[in-house]
């Protein structure tokens, strides 16, 4: 199971900035801003930032293939704290990595980060379960998966 580099243009960016917001991620998802985005106040509208971090999400999630005919997901809790404001046209980046590896569930971290703002707007967390998709019953994640998992965050699987 191997991961995806991302983006070279944005992997750059990011790895040659020590001090830049993403450097620790390994993942990045590019998110562009769209007109319709946005609310009658003229800013991305709260709710879109949880559709770009299942975005983020799904692309994190394939790159690793945890996703296959015989499994599903279900999000348990999911959570974004707003920074600041974000408008059309824009293109965020998004960090997503991997803050625990559960039996059966991962949570997932997510920082948004504006290219037109140069700063970080929004953070977020989540939490997946995965289910099969006969039974219905959680799944767990196996070995290999979490090896995969914990080789590209450099984490620690029993923390």
């Given at each position: 199971m191997e991961a995806a580099p991302t983006f070279p243009?944005?992997?750059?960016?990011?790895?040659?900035?020590?001090?830049?917001?993403?450097?620790?991620?390994?993942?990045?998802?590019?998110?562009?801003?769209?007109?319709?985005d946005m609310d009658s106040f003229g800013h991305v509208n709260n709710v879109v930032y949880y559709e770009y971090a299942q975005n983020a999400r799904i692309y994190y999630n394939r790159r690793l293939g945890l996703f296959?005919?015989?499994?599903?997901?279900?999000?348990?809790?999911?959570?974004?704290?707003?920074?600041?404001?974000?408008?059309?046209?824009?293109?965020?980046?998004?960090?997503?990595?991997?803050?625990?590896?559960?039996?059966?569930?991962?949570?997932?971290?997510y920082t948004y980060y504006s290219t037109v703002q140069k700063t970080v707007v929004a953070i977020g967390e989540s939490v997946l379960v995965y289910l099969d998709k006969l039974s219905g019953q959680k799944?767990?994640?196996?070995?290999?998966?979490?090896?995969?998992?914990?080789?590209?965050e450099n984490i620690d699987q029993e923390a």
């Open positions: 243009e944005i992997q750059e960016a990011v790895t040659s900035d020590d001090s830049h917001p993403l450097h620790d991620f390994t993942v990045i998802y590019p998110q562009q801003v769209e007109w319709g296959n005919e015989q499994t599903s997901s279900v999000m348990a809790a999911s959570s974004c704290r707003y920074l600041k404001s974000v408008a059309y046209p824009d293109e965020l980046w998004i960090g997503v990595k991997i803050k625990k590896i559960g039996n059966s569930s991962l949570i997932h971290e799944k767990p994640i196996n070995e290999s998966q979490k090896e995969a998992i914990a080789a590209l």
